[in-house]
Nanobody, 118 residues
Framework: QVQLVESGGGLVQTGGSLRLTCAAS????????MGWYRQAPGKQRELVAH???????NYADSVKGRFTVSRDNAKNTVYLQMDSLKPEDTAVYYC????????????WGQGTQVTVSS
């Protein structure tokens, strides 16, 4: 059974930092690309950062230079280091995995709230 469990969210002031963690299980993590998405109230869920199985990364323009996605295949964990946080980064952050077996399935974690105060 695929599970994605996020942690590390919280309340931080503008300019502060947080590190989100997503612990994955139930699939071959090392060969799976992992993503971080966020959804602010009244807005659509958007891609924040993605890391391929080989470690290549891409970011939303709004977080480039401030956020860093990384992975530890030995721990089946993906991280999102968020620096220089802004109030507009306030959202629920979700971990995402697209698992390819006989079929392709998309999985989401339960989300973790990040609130940046001005």
């Amino acid at each position: 059974q695929v599970q994605l469990v996020e942690s590390g969210g919280g309340l931080v002031q503008t300019g502060g930092s947080l590190r989100l963690t997503c612990a994955a299980s139930g699939f071959r993590f090392s060969i799976t690309g992992m993503g971080w998405y966020r959804q602010a109230p009244g807005k659509q869920r958007e891609l924040v950062a993605h890391i391929t199985s080989l470690g290549s990364t891409n970011y939303a323009d709004s977080v480039k230079g401030r956020f860093t996605v990384s992975r530890d295949n030995a721990k089946n964990t993906v991280y999102l280091q968020m620096d220089s946080l802004k109030p507009e980064d306030t959202a629920v952050y979700y971990c995402n995995a697209v698992v390819v077996r006989l079929t392709t399935s998309t999985y989401w974690g339960q989300g973790t709230q990040v609130t940046v105060s001005s």
